[in-house]
Structure formats: structure tokens, C-alpha cells
């Protein structure tokens, strides 16, 4: 069971970037889906997450209003939108999944993938 995380790269202050999450079982399409990050030297962090259905989301208060979390159950997929990049956007990026909604706490997401760089220069 995995979840792979891509589209990452370099982007500059004010640009945008869109992340895609594959889920390698349609097992998936129950489950929340969350993205987190992790910036060097940083613990992990919520970033935004979708609920299994697609009808609810939650954000992090510093990317509110300009990420935005989407998945296609279609396709085993989620989604992160990101515009108005910040240098401090700057991390590591990952998707994970949770039986326990979409506002779980961090111990109940999993698994964790190798994760997608998103570097954003000034």
C-alpha cells in the first residue's frame, strides 16, 4: 500500500505549483487524504486535508486562502493547489491517508511516502 506524491520543483515568490497524490489501492476512496510538510531542520506539519467523500476541507491557518486540497475518487487521487507560494513554503512534501477523518491527529496518518520538493526562491 502506498501513496506516491509528485509535481513538486521550483517555483518563485507569488507563483504557484499543483501537487498530485496517486493511491496505489482504490482502498483509498474511504479515507481522508491529507498533505503535510517538512521543512529542514522542521518537524512535520499539517498542511491541508479532504474528506473521503470530497465535500469537506481543513487548512492550516498559513496556507488558508491560498492552497487548496481537491481529490478525483475516479482516479485514487488527491490534489494540492498552491498559489502565492512563500519562500517559507519551501519543504518537503507529503500525502498521507486516515481512517479518522480529515481533522485526525498526526499519529493517525500514514503511510508516508518519499515525499515531493517545492523550493520557492525570493
Known amino acids: 500500500v502506498q501513496l506516491q506524491a509528485s509535481g513538486g520543483g521550483l517555483a518563485q515568490a507569488g507563483g504557484s505549483l499543483k501537487l498530485s497524490c496517486t493511491a496505489s489501492?482504490?482502498?483509498?476512496?474511504?479515507?481522508?487524504m491529507g498533505w503535510f510538510r517538512q521543512a529542514p531542520g522542521k518537524e512535520r506539519e499539517f498542511v491541508a486535508s479532504?474528506?473521503?467523500?470530497?465535500?469537506?476541507?481543513y487548512y492550516a491557518e498559513s496556507v488558508k486562502g491560498r492552497f487548496t486540497i481537491s481529490r478525483d475518487r475516479s482516479k485514487n487521487m488527491a490534489y494540492l493547489q498552491m498559489d502565492s507560494l512563500k519562500p517559507e513554503d519551501t519543504a518537503l512534501y507529503y500525502c498521507?491517508?486516515?481512517?479518522?477523518?480529515?481533522?485526525?491527529?498526526?499519529?493517525?496518518?500514514?503511510?508516508w511516502g518519499q515525499g515531493t520538493q517545492v523550493t520557492v526562491s525570493s
Open positions: 489501492e482504490s482502498t483509498f476512496i474511504n479515507y481522508a
Open positions: 498521507a491517508a486516515s481512517r479518522r477523518g480529515l481533522r485526525s491527529p498526526p499519529d493517525y496518518w500514514g503511510p
Open positions: 479532504v474528506s473521503a467523500t470530497g465535500a469537506s476541507t
